[in-house]
């Protein structure tokens, strides 16, 4: 009998709801499992329970900001591994270096095609060694 295939794991973390839905909708059909988290620190405490292939992380979120959320991921053993993308609003150079400097590996400005979204992810994926999806 086949083994199934290990659909990626992508954690999403934005405040904004029709966003989270809009991204877990379009990244499930894509064959992904997605989770989200609404607040920072719920992010950062799924990305540590959870330990997904891939974060999708905004930058403006209530209480514990994008940044700090990526860099204690970086700073953790446990989670530094795992790739952080900015998806965010925030798109003059400086935003892009700081979230660079905090340890993402991309940063997408919203608006974005959800095609290029997609792929970037994949990239990213497939940079560490979880694309393509494997049994």
């Given amino acids: 009998m086949p083994q199934a295939t290990r659909k990626p794991v992508i954690?999403?973390?934005d405040d904004e709801e029709l966003l989270l839905k809009s991204v877990k909708h379009r990244l499930e059909r894509e064959g992904f499992q997605v989770l989200t988290a609404a607040t920072g620190e719920d992010g950062l405490k799924a990305a540590?329970?959870?330990r997904p292939d891939l974060v999708l992380l905004d930058i403006m979120l209530p209480k514990l900001k994008g940044r700090e959320v990526?860099?204690?991921l970086k700073a953790n053993p446990a989670t530094?591994?795992?790739p952080v993308i900015f998806l965010t609003a925030l798109g003059?150079?400086?935003h892009v270096q700081g979230g660079m400097a905090a340890g993402a590996e991309d940063y997408i400005i919203k608006?974005?095609?959800a095609?290029?979204?997609t792929e970037r992810i994949i990239v990213c994926?497939?940079?560490?060694n979880h694309w393509p999806p494997r049994g």
């Fill in 70 to 72: 990526c860099a204690r």
């Fill in 125 to 128: 994926l497939a940079r560490h």
């Fill in 48 to 50: 540590q329970e959870q």
């Fill in 92 to 94: 003059l150079a400086d």
């Fill in 11 to 13: 954690l999403v973390v």
């Fill in 111 to 113: 608006p974005f095609q």
């Fill in 115 to 117: 095609e290029e979204l």
């Fill in 80 to 82: 530094a591994d795992i």
